[in-house]
């Protein structure tokens, strides 16, 4: 773990690519890159509510703390109960080595 604490900043982006409802649970697609030059290591996920940045539990990731290569990007499928109503969701990408980043899912 101290060789990672050593690792450059990497730079992420996440965009939104769309919602789907499936049954009862609803579906948001992410894409998630790395544009800096160091790897991105372990990035966290975690879908949010806009206001006040609360945990919208509980969420499946079809992806969780991928490591991204520079210039790497991966699509993640997040998956949450319909029954859990939120006006506004956000979805934020921290990596272990970097500054967190956020956008609406």
């Known amino acids: 773990m101290r060789a990672l604490g050593g690792l450059p900043d990497a730079r992420l982006t996440v965009a939104a690519l769309g919602r789907t409802r499936k049954g009862d649970r609803e579906e948001a697609r992410v894409r998630v890159g790395n544009r800096g030059r160091a790897v991105a290591a372990m990035t966290r996920l975690s879908l949010r509510e806009a206001r006040g940045g609360d945990r919208v539990l ?47 899912a």
């Open 58 to 104: 509980p969420t499946l990731y079809s992806d969780n703390y991928p490591w991204l290569l520079p210039g790497e990007s991966r699509t993640v499928t997040l998956s949450r109960p319909r029954t859990a109503a939120h006006a506004g969701l956000t979805v934020r990408a921290e990596p272990f080595n970097g500054s967190p980043v956020s956008a609406g």
